[in-house]
T-cell receptor, first 112, second 112 residues
Framework: GAGVSQSPSNKVTEKGKDVELRCDPISGHTALYWYRQSLGQGLEFLIYFQGNSAPDKSGLPSDRFSAERTGGSVSTLTIQRTQQEDSAVYLC??????????FGPGTRLTVL | RKEVEQDPGPFNVPEGATVAFNCTYS??????FFWYRQDCRKEPKLLMS???SGNEDGRFTAQLNRASQYISLLIRDSKLSDSATYLC?????????????FGQGTILTVHP
């Protein structure tokens, strides 16, 4: 079946611009996560949606970052006024009950 | 101190070798443990969960020592296709739900 998909696969933007990254989780998965992977930083958690519960936003690095999940499915991560340190690969994952977290291919964001 | 620390690597081994990776975690409340594999410029994929009793999957053996807060992965009879980055992953929740905490990863290169 279809896995987690993300778009765009690559995004180049100028410092100060806003960007939106999209994630389509595996159909039926109730939990959705955003992580980012920077050179030398490893994978770090950003935000987590579980069903209708309030999202866990504890990993968002600043208030320039926000995310929403519409209809319990697709999620959008928005970064406002991008900075060069936001350059990273943004990975989305989804899971159902006790199964593993399945990751999407990521969006490579480059802020010039 | 990082929440999850791994051997710095990189490991460069010949085919057929046995190689072991170690990982320590700082939060004693951690409940579930995993090894993920990440190929170059690809998303992480679950290699295996790690259970208190130790578990084996073919050439791969994972062990957990809760008292020492230590996790290991042993790969026997290394194949060229084992070349990847191996990520030690910890979760405060006893399932795949919840935010995963990743180690920096250990790069393995298996050469002919």
């Amino acid at each position: 079946g279809a896995g987690v998909s993300q778009s765009p696969s690559n995004k180049v933007t100028e410092k100060g611009k806003d960007v939106e990254l999209r994630c389509d989780p595996i159909s039926g998965h109730t939990a959705l996560y955003w992580y980012r992977q920077s050179l030398g930083q490893g994978l770090e958690f950003l935000i987590y949606f579980q069903g209708n519960s309030a999202p866990d936003k504890s990993g968002l690095p600043s208030d320039r970052f926000s995310a929403e999940r519409t209809g319990g499915s697709v999620s959008t991560l928005t970064i406002q006024r991008t900075q060069q340190e936001d350059s990273a690969v943004y990975l989305c994952a989804s899971t159902q009950y006790y199964n593993e977290q399945f990751f999407g291919p990521g969006t490579r964001l480059t802020v010039l | 101190r990082k929440e999850v620390e791994q051997d710095p690597g990189p490991f460069n081994v010949p085919e057929g070798a046995t190689v072991a990776f170690n990982c320590t975690y700082s939060n004693s409340a951690s409940q579930s443990f995993f090894w993920y594999r990440q190929d170059c410029r690809k998303e992480p994929k679950l290699l295996m969960s790690v259970y208190s009793s130790g578990n084996e999957d073919g050439r791969f053996t994972a062990q957990l020592n809760r008292a020492s807060q230590y996790i290991s992965l042993l790969i026997r009879d290394s194949k060229l296709s084992d070349s990847a980055t191996y990520l030690c992953v910890v979760n405060l929740v006893g399932t795949s739900y919840g935010k995963l905490t990743f180690g920096q990863g250990t790069i393995l290169t298996v050469h002919p």
